[in-house]
């Protein structure tokens, strides 16, 4: 079982930057792919990003060039940065971690672009 937390939402500007976070907990992330999706009211949840367990790293259209995820799997963190933020980033965003038939989720941690 494996239990993930993420932190580092928040309020910022247009412009801006964050640094997501998702710490797990019961097991080591090294052996899961692990992704970050993101659901905005009304919308459907989508993903924003995912990186392997080799490293192979992909993005969704709309964050390439602003967003990196990277992990750290001695310290069973998975990161999500994002840069110069638009309003339409607006979104609740969720941890994932993979492996065969497993599949975890995060709570979620909120994400608002607004001036």
């Known amino acids: 079982q494996v239990q993930l937390v993420e932190s580092g939402g928040g309020l910022v500007q247009p412009g801006g930057s964050l640094r997501l976070s998702c710490a797990a907990s019961g097991s080591t992330l090294s052996r899961y792919d692990m992704g970050w999706y993101r659901q905005a009211p009304g919308k459907q949840r989508e993903l924003v990003a995912s990186i392997l367990v080799g490293g192979f790293t992909s993005y969704a259209e709309s964050v390439k060039g602003r967003f990196t995820i990277s992990r750290d799997n001695a310290k069973t963190t998975v990161y999500l940065q994002m840069h110069s933020l638009k309003p339409e980033d607006t979104a609740v965003y969720y941890c994932?971690?993979?492996?065969?038939?497993?599949?975890?989720w995060g709570q979620g941690t909120q994400v608002t672009v607004s001036s």
């Open positions: 994932n971690a993979k492996r065969l038939a497993f599949d975890y």
